[in-house]
T-cell receptor
Framework: GAGVSQSPSNKVTEKGKDVELRCDPI?????LYWYRQSLGQGLEFLIY????????KSGLPSDRFSAERTGGSVSTLTIQRTQQEDSAVYLC????????????FGSGTRLTVV | KQEVTQIPAALSVPEGENLVLNCSFT??????LQWFRQDPGKGLTSLLL?????REQTSGRLNASLDKSSGRSTLYIAASQPGDSATYLC????????????FGEGTQLTVNP
């Protein structure tokens, strides 16, 4: 597609439930990132996928968070047993494999845990 | 550890004024620096990307400069308009340790008509 697409745009869930957030990157972009933006805070790196390499999961805040990228394209971020502190905007970005190119971000998923 | 600081945190100016937003970073070993704009409740829109070998980039009324050795970048907005009101974020990409971006906290700009 023309841009990075994220769904849903908004999600309200009850504490303890699992949620899945989807990211559809720009076609042909080999690198995909997830970031989190909590209220009043900066963007926090979560996870990075590059081609067929093992993902960099060093930013995931707990083992309740996981992500996968199927077929080198669509990615799903899963949060299990959601907590109120998981409430944030989750942003996905993609980039070509060439190092001198910048990032393109999606519009994000606003997650509210009640 | 790379740290990125943006000053000021908030700025309010009258329409038509020229303004400068500042970004500083602690580790000069960067690959590039990118300025983004974020409107309330929206994602990030890329404004300008400066490679580490470049000194500045221009797009319309926007001009971004980079002084890698001193760890500074500025975003200059000429003839500001109310539509420029948004949060402006700078982000640096390090030469090593993968290619994640490290973001500043942002400058919240309000341009008053």
């Amino acid at each position: 597609g023309a841009g990075v697409s994220q769904s849903p745009s908004n999600k309200v869930t009850e504490k303890g439930k699992d949620v899945e957030l989807r990211c559809d990157p720009i076609s042909g972009h080999t690198a995909l990132y997830w970031y989190r933006q909590s209220l009043g805070q900066g963007l926090e790196f979560l996870i990075y996928f590059q081609g067929n390499s093992a993902p960099d999961k060093s930013g995931l805040p707990s083992d309740r968070f996981s992500a996968e990228r199927t077929g080198g394209s669509v990615s799903t971020l899963t949060i299990q047993r959601t907590q109120q502190e998981d409430s944030a905007v989750y942003l996905c970005a993609s980039r070509t494999g060439q190092y001198n190119y910048g990032y393109t971000f999606g519009s994000g998923t606003r997650l509210t845990v009640v | 550890k790379q740290e990125v600081t943006q000053i000021p945190a908030a700025l309010s100016v009258p329409e038509g004024e020229n303004l400068v937003l500042n970004c500083s970073f602690t580790d000069s070993a960067i690959y590039n620096l990118q300025w983004f704009r974020q409107d309330p409740g929206k994602g990030l829109t890329s404004l300008l990307l400066i490679q580490s070998s470049q000194r500045e980039q221009t797009s319309g009324r926007l001009n971004a400069s980079l002084d890698k050795s001193s760890g500074r970048s500025t975003l200059y907005i000429a003839a500001s308009q109310p539509g420029d009101s948004a949060t402006y974020l700078c982000a640096v990409r390090r030469e090593t340790s993968g290619s994640r971006l490290t973001f500043g906290e942002g400058t919240q700009l309000t341009v008053n008509p």
